[in-house]
């Protein structure tokens, strides 16, 4: 179910950036006059198609949904009827085709917008970012950090909720700055101190950035009590019943669930005595949790989840929200923000200064999709403005075959004061596909090592 969920989730959401992206080529294309033969989502044989604009563009839907084209009238590609010529795209000014091929980029970043305005609108809520523990000598310690304590800003800007902290400190360590952050302690007790990101490693960001800080986010004790137990796990074998409220395990009081889950993995095939409450009558069990193998160790393992209220969360939530009208500035700040971000991300890539290893492909933004799709809308809104932005961002890099290929030559065409040669195009499309292809390779290469991980 979760692998249906995340192709069908990848499909949707690939789907509309791609059409997105090419409906801004096709827009601008009809608005300079120029004649649209096809507007494609997706390569390879057509699984739809239909003819509009009097039976002159035909809009296809192709099998292979991972990307998606605009061809247009075009004397390079054949011959075109003389009564035709002022519609084809080779004929057009410098500017109506820098244009027509900017748009496509353009498109994402306004649905970006959009997307990020929707949810500043309906509100993003969060956990707030209130600290659970600070590990001894890291660098949030070391900087002042405290248990207790509430983040209010980073750099100035407000920080409502745990992610809004993330996104601050990722970009700062991509900055590699020192940055000031403000807390509260109590609710009303303020202070400020600086932490110094000049030398953090920018590969951290794809790990658990927070636990490389040393900060763990503040999470309220739940009561040892079974909610579920899993068929054939050590639980159901030993007798342990929903709505269990684990009291003693080997003569240890047992207060929270953590404690509890700890222990467990700590016990892996080795016989524990335990004591749970159950219809007020207290119920001696014996149990042997089952041995997991993980990636680095063994731990044990009984099948066993936690009640959890339905209030239990409540006092921890926060909302960003905005009004319609001042939702406008904080989603162009967004979109902007995380343009840069990932700009900036790829820079890192080029110079050597990140791992290859951050670079994901076509599994991994399923396996998000998915993710995203499950836990709700909203979170897969956001996952498609993420989405939309880094292909704005790739599809504006300066190589041949991508639409920045095509605008770079379009700016040596507006110094030079003529197009680039034929045979120097030809070069650059077999650099593209070069680049291109690796980029592919190791993308793909990537998302099988963390799917076997």
């Known amino acids: 179910m979760d692998i249906f969920v ?5 499909i949707v959401a690939i789907g509309i950036l791609i059409a997105i992206h090419e409906y801004g080529h096709y827009w601008v294309a009809k608005k300079v006059g120029v004649k649209v033969l096809r507007f494609s989502i997706g390569f390879g044989n057509p699984i739809w198609q239909k003819k509009i604009n009097g039976g002159e563009t035909e809009f296809v839907l192709a099998a ?6 605009v061809k247009m009238l075009d004397e390079r590609e054949g011959d075109v009827d003389e009564s035709e010529l002022d519609r084809a795209f080779n004929r057009k000014s410098l500017g109506q085709r820098f244009s027509v091929v900017a748009a496509g980029p353009a498109a994402n970043f306004i649905l970006a917008f959009i997307l990020y305005w929707l949810l500043f609108v309906v509100g993003i809520s969060g956990l707030k970012p209130i600290v659970g523990e600070v590990e001894e000598n ?3 310690m070391l900087a002042g950090l405290q248990t207790g304590d509430e983040f209010v ?7 409502p909720t745990l992610e809004a902290v993330r996104m601050a400190l990722i970009g700062s360590i991509v900055d590699q700055e020192v940055i000031d952050i403000e807390v509260k302690q109590g609710g009303t007790d303020r202070r400020s101190f600086q932490l110094d990101l000049s ?3 920018v590969d ?15 999470r309220p004790k739940l009561p040892p009590v079974v909610d579920k137990v899993m068929p054939d796990g050590a639980g159901q074998i030993a007798g342990v019943r929903a709505g269990d409220q684990i009291l003693m395990v080997d003569g240890s009081p047992m207060d929270d669930w953590v404690s509890w889950a700890k222990y467990v993995r700590s016990k892996a095939e080795i016989p524990m005595d335990i004591i749970v409450l159950r219809d007020n009558v207290e119920v001696n069990i014996q149990i042997i949790p089952k041995r997991v193998e993980t990636q680095n160790s063994s731990i044990g393992r009984v099948g066993l989840t936690p009640f959890v209220p339905e209030d239990f969360y409540d006092n921890l939530m926060a909302v960003q929200h905005y009004g319609a009208i001042e939702a406008l500035g904080a989603s162009l700040q967004k979109t902007w923000d995380m343009s840069i971000l990932t700009l900036q991300m790829m820079g890192k890539l080029v110079i050597g200064q990140a791992s290859l290893d951050n670079i994901s492909g076509p599994i991994s933004i399923a396996q998000y999709a998915g993710q995203t799709a499950q836990i709700g809308l909203l979170p897969f809104i956001s996952f498609m403005a993420i989405i939309s932005i880094s292909l704005g961002v790739l599809n504006l890099l300066p190589v041949p075959l991508l639409d ?26 077999k650099v593209g596909i070069i680049l291109l292809g690796s980029l592919m390779i190791i993308a793909v290469f990537n998302d099988i090592g963390r799917v076997i991980n």
């Not at 800003?153 to 920080?159: A, L, P």
């Not at 790990?207 to 040393?214: A, D, I, K, R, V």
């Not at 290929?405 to 030079?416: A, C, N, P, R």
């Open 6 to 10: 995340s192709i069908a989730s990848f």
């Open 138 to 140: 890291s660098p949030f």
């Open 199 to 201: 030398n953090t490693p």
């Open 153 to 159: 800003s980073i750099n100035g800007k407000d920080t």
């Open 404 to 429: 920045g290929g095509h605008l770079m030559y379009y700016t040596i065409e507006f110094f030079k004061g003529s197009p680039l040669s034929e045979e120097a195009q030809l070069l650059g499309q």
């Open 64 to 69: 292979i949904p991972l990307g998606g084209y």
């Open 204 to 218: 951290v960001i794809s790990e658990n950035l927070m636990q490389y800080l040393g900060f763990a986010p503040y």
